[in-house]
């Protein structure tokens, strides 16, 4: 056995590393909650989620009054039995972004603990589907970058390798973003991937009307065009338009996405491990969108993302957003557009022990 002797959190504040902005809100800077777990066995596990801004505490306070108490005495090598253990002491505060949040921080955990204990990679660990993963960029797409600058980033993008490039939409008056994607479109040629995101921005009305809009464009997807809760408007609009809808960052467990599945209201979906509540439940969502054909692109976290998208079948593609780079001591493998997996045993994040202490939260 390999079971949890020690369990405990910390708060990080880790700053951005550029100005990000969307339809709905500023990003300022991710609240960071890592959990350490040391097992009976010497093996260590680390694991960690996130907020953008707000929350961190609830969470670390969910963690320490709660399920970091619970876990001690679980089998690291049994992440299923792990996860549902902890998740029958919170069944007052699920389905909840506080409590998934803090789930995934302690499933990660188990998973780098496990895989480190079985001397596996986690993308080999939880599935070994392909070790290269595509990536696109975002960093170059906020809504409040000009319309020149946007362009040369996307240029840059796709002259750097980039497999895509993503464009947040959502502006006060709509004819700015199709004339902004426009112009990317024109500048890029017709072989070049993009996405667009509205971050829950618009009514169905006016999503419908943008998405005819830029169907001319030749978009990749539309991401996120509606209340993440409005499952119905979202089969609506995927019933006009022949742009694929995309959604699951603001969706928080496997009902959810099944929900959005059974009713045909998303073409690709992308969980977040930190908000679904981690690496566990986070495959089972891929593998519930494989039994209905449709593609896994998940959201931020790339640093993780990059070996879950390696583990499964119907991962696509990650976007690459360097948020972690303050705290590890090694960036992802890149090159030609595309990372490869880690390959060491564990989660694969090289945490840099001084950056943590030096911007944890007392």
């Keep these: 056995m390999s079971v949890i002797t020690h369990a405990r959190a910390m708060l990080v504040d880790i700053p951005v590393e550029t100005v990000r902005t969307d339809a709905v809100q500023s990003f300022l800077k991710q609240e960071t909650v890592v959990v350490d777990l040391e097992t009976s066995d010497g093996t260590p596990g680390r694991g960690y989620s996130y907020t953008i801004g707000t929350g961190g505490r609830a969470v670390l306070s969910m963690l320490q009054d709660h399920l970091l108490p619970a876990v001690v005495g679980q089998d690291v090598r049994r992440p299923?039995?792990?996860?549902?253990?902890?998740?029958?002491?919170?069944?007052?505060?699920?389905?909840?972004?506080?409590?998934?949040?803090?789930?995934a921080a302690i499933d990660t955990a188990v998973?780098?603990?496990?895989?480190?204990?079985d001397g596996e990679p986690l993308w080999r660990a939880a599935g070994g589907a392909n070790p290269e993963v595509p990536l696109y960029d975002?960093?170059?797409?906020?809504?409040?970058?000009?319309?020149?600058t946007l362009v040369a980033n996307t240029l840059a993008a796709r002259d750097g390798g980039?497999?895509?490039?993503?464009?947040k939409v959502g502006s006060p008056d709509?004819?700015?973003?199709?004339?902004?994607?426009?112009?990317?479109?024109?500048?890029?040629?017709?072989?070049?991937?993009?996405?667009?995101?509205a971050n829950q921005g618009l009514t169905l009305a006016d999503a419908r009307a943008l998405a005819r809009a830029l169907e001319p464009s030749g978009i990749s997807w539309?991401?996120?065009p509606l209340p993440a809760d409005d499952v119905s408007a979202h089969a609506k609009l995927v019933e006009s338009t022949t742009i694929p809808i995309a959604v699951g960052e603001s969706l928080y467990s496997v009902g959810q996405f099944k929900e959005y599945l059974a009713r045909d209201a998303a073409t690709i979906v992308q969980p977040d491990v930190a908000r679904v509540g981690g690496i566990t439940p986070w495959l089972k969502i891929a593998h519930l969108a494989e039994a209905f054909n449709v593609?896994?692109?998940p959201h931020?976290?790339?640093?993780?993302?990059v070996s879950l998208v390696a583990a499964v079948p119907n991962g696509r593609i990650v976007e690459y957003i360097p948020q972690l780079r303050a705290v590890t001591s090694a960036d992802l493998v890149v090159a030609d557009g595309s990372a490869t997996a880690p390959d060491a045993p564990g989660i694969g994040i090289s945490w840099d022990e001084d950056a943590l202490e030096n911007l944890r939260v007392a």
Excluded: N
């Excluded at 709509?174 to 667009?196: S, T």
């Design 111 to 117: 998973w780098d603990a496990r895989c480190r204990r």
């Design 162 to 167: 980039w497999h895509g490039s993503k464009l």
């Design 138 to 148: 975002t960093e170059g797409g906020w809504l409040h970058i000009d319309t020149d």
């Design 295 to 297: 593609p896994v692109c």
């Design 300 to 305: 931020f976290l790339m640093e993780l993302h």
């Design 222 to 224: 539309l991401e996120e």
């Design 80 to 103: 299923e039995a792990v996860w549902r253990h902890a998740f029958t002491q919170t069944r007052a505060t699920t389905v909840g972004a506080i409590t998934s949040l803090a789930l």
């Design 174 to 197: 709509a004819r700015r973003d199709v004339e902004r994607l426009a112009a990317v479109r024109e500048a890029v040629g017709p072989g070049y991937r993009l996405m667009v995101d």
